[in-house]
């Protein structure tokens, strides 16, 4: 199973484009790249999924160079309200068979 | 439509005591999955069910954990007897297929467990 790395924690501001950006050195062929978020005392939510290039949807985007092993979740326009956990999954079966990292801690500020 | 439901919220357990906890997926999804989350950490799968047949238990504690899911729909995790690093959030997923399709998957909101 690809392992995942991410930075613990990132900070910004409100009104910024935040970009997380994950390494999957050892990524196969047949998997895709998926972003979860969690607040506090929820379940995981899923944000956006893609397998190369980029992908856009009304949340967030997701940017994947020709060689996979890594990607970058993009936010735009962050507000206080998406200070949460963002995880990186790399697997063949939704992502979410293979390992959740720590994920990364964003902190948006006023 | 309505989301991945779990019971109970929370629950505070005294050690080498028994407890069950109870997913209801989403209807027609089925792939069902409970992950253990400790505070700090990411989900870990414990078990994944496609239908009412375990595909993945690899990461169960299997001396104490036992899930089932009966009929394909919901699903019942249970811990005995308990111990302290058992406290943690339990977390319940579906989605509509999980073998070799990429799909979303949906997660309740977890049953927080102390173990004291």
């Known amino acids: 199973l690809a392992k995942t790395t991410q930075p613990i924690s990132m900070d910004s501001y409100e009104g910024q484009e935040v970009n997380i950006t994950c390494s999957h050195n050892n990524i196969a062929t047949n998997d895709y790249i998926t972003w979860y978020q969690q607040f506090p005392s929820q379940g995981p939510r899923f944000i956006i999924q893609g397998y190369k290039t980029k992908v856009t949807n009304e949340v967030a985007s997701l940017f994947i160079p020709a060689d996979r092993k890594s990607s970058t979740l993009s936010l735009p326009r962050v507000s206080l309200s998406d200070t949460a956990v963002y995880y990186c999954l790399v697997g063949n079966t939704g992502g979410f068979k293979t390992i959740f990292g720590a994920g990364t801690r964003l902190f948006v500020k006023a | 439509e309505a989301g991945v439901a779990q019971s109970p919220r929370y629950k505070i357990i005294e050690k080498r005591q028994s407890v069950a906890f109870w997913c209801n997926p989403i209807?027609?999804?089925?792939?069902l999955y409970w992950y253990q989350q400790i505070l700090g950490q990411g989900p870990k799968l414990l078990i994944q069910?496609?239908?009412?047949?375990?595909?993945?238990d690899s990461q169960l504690p299997k001396d104490r954990f036992s899930a089932e899911r009966l009929k394909g729909v919901d699903s019942t995790l249970k811990i005995q007897p308990a111990k302290l690093e058992d406290s943690a959030v339990y977390l319940c997923?579906?989605?509509?297929?999980?073998?070799?399709?990429?799909?979303?998957?949906?997660f309740g909101q977890g049953t927080r467990l102390t173990v004291v």
């Open positions: 069910f496609q239908n009412n047949g375990v595909v993945d």
């Open positions: 997923a579906s989605s509509l297929q999980g073998s070799t399709m990429n799909t979303e998957a949906f």
């Open positions: 209807s027609g999804h089925a792939t």
